[in-house]
């Protein structure tokens, strides 16, 4: 049966990116699926250890949910601490998982920097925590950004090396279910979990480098637009955002090599839930001068009631903690279920 599972780190402010690229998908999944959607808190520890207001960005992230739509009495939304399982699953994938792997990732390589030896070893390892949070539920699909990508086919290749290790095991406590690996079917633990990406907005550029992703712990605030800007904020960052002299080309291929150019037609063809192509059909040929104040106007139409929602929800802070507590009782029960069979796998002593 799907399951989704997603996280967002509290790591600062939300921005379009993640609303775009994450957090909308979020709520178009749960109409017709089952979803726990997680603030990995634990994650975040990778950026920064000592952090003054964890606790009220987590809840940030948890309004922002909220605000967005996403529902959660029917679905499970909670903070990744209150779920040892994730963890503890994570220790055992860091042991299945090669340090090999962990080097080749690009996200590992872009936030350690130059210094590598002195990255934390968690910074290294968080691709396998990632793999836990997911597959302690034994999730099917995750919707991302573009940008995780290579971390869900790590979580794949985890899974994989996990079932086979354990193959005998997980025939013999007749633990396992039918996993499909390209026109093979073999028995296996856990599911070969499937990444949702796609979209004109699956990998959203800072507004200052078109070569950088927007990310909230880029040091420059004028890189993206945050979910909580007002009016004006988000006007004054999209007339500043780096850009070409060039008028805007009327079809796809004069994007090439014009990547800030090409950032600004996704942002407004993902908020206007259409495609880049359209959005060339109806500003070819015109200026940035043009194209910029009505991507603004519509940036402001489309984030301004969300940032509104998550004013008012930030106002009762009891409230977004009994959620997440709520959240939390619900997800471990059903991380705990996996993890005891997991225990059983490995031949851990139990009871
Ligand atoms: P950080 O810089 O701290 O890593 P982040 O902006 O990358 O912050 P995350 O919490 O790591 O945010 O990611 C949350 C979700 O948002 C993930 O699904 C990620 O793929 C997605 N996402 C992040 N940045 C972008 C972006 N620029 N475009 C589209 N999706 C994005
Ligand atoms: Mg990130």
Redesign the pocket.
């Given at each position: 049966k799907p399951l989704i599972f997603?996280g967002?780190?509290p790591?600062?402010n939300l921005?379009l990116?993640?609303y775009?690229?994450?957090i909308r998908k979020f709520v178009a999944l749960q109409e017709t699926m089952d979803c726990i959607y997680c603030v990995v808190d634990l994650h975040s520890l990778t950026?920064q250890l000592v952090h003054e207001d964890l606790k009220d960005q987590t809840r940030q992230i948890t309004a922002a949910f909220l605000a967005a739509g996403i529902d959660p009495d029917k679905h499970i939304v909670f903070n990744q601490s209150r779920v040892m399982q994730h963890a503890e699953l994570a220790w055992i994938f860091n042991c299945v998982a090669r340090i090999g792997w962990m080097n080749r990732m690009t996200q590992f390589k872009d936030k350690a920097g130059k210094d590598r030896e002195n990255a934390s070893l968690g910074l290294l390892a968080y691709p396998s925590l990632m793999a836990a949070d997911i597959l302690v539920y034994r999730a099917t699909h995750v919707p991302?950004?573009?940008?995780?990508k290579q971390h869900l086919e790590l979580t794949r290749d985890i899974a994989q090396k996990f079932n086979n290790d354990f193959s005998h095991r997980i025939a013999e406590l007749g633990v396992g279910v039918e996993i499909q690996m390209g026109d093979e079917t073999v028995n296996g633990f856990f599911p070969l979990t499937e990444p949702v990406i796609g979209g004109p907005?699956?990998?959203?550029m800072s507004l200052r480098d078109g070569s950088k992703?927007?990310?909230?712990?880029d040091p420059s605030d004028l890189s993206r637009i945050n979910l909580t800007d007002d009016a004006d904020t988000i006007s004054k960052k999209i007339k500043k955002a780096k850009t070409d002299p060039e008028a805007l080309p009327s079809e796809i291929a004069g994007l090439a090599s014009r990547p800030e150019a090409e950032n600004l037609v996704g942002i407004y063809a993902g908020l206007a839930d259409t495609s880049k192509e359209a959005v060339l059909k109806e500003y070819g040929g015109q200026q940035f001068s043009v194209f910029k104040p009505a991507l603004a106007d519509l940036a402001v139409e489309k984030m301004a009631p969300i940032a509104g929602e998550m004013r008012r929800l930030m106002a009762d802070p009891g409230h977004i903690d009994g959620v997440l507590r709520n959240g939390g009782e619900r997800a471990g029960v059903l991380a705990e279920a996996n993890m005891k069979t997991v225990r059983d796998i490995i031949g851990l002593l139990q009871g």
């Open positions: 997603s967002v780190q790591t600062g921005h990116g993640n775009l690229g994450a950026a991302v950004g573009d940008d995780q907005a699956a990998r959203i992703k927007m990310s909230k712990s």
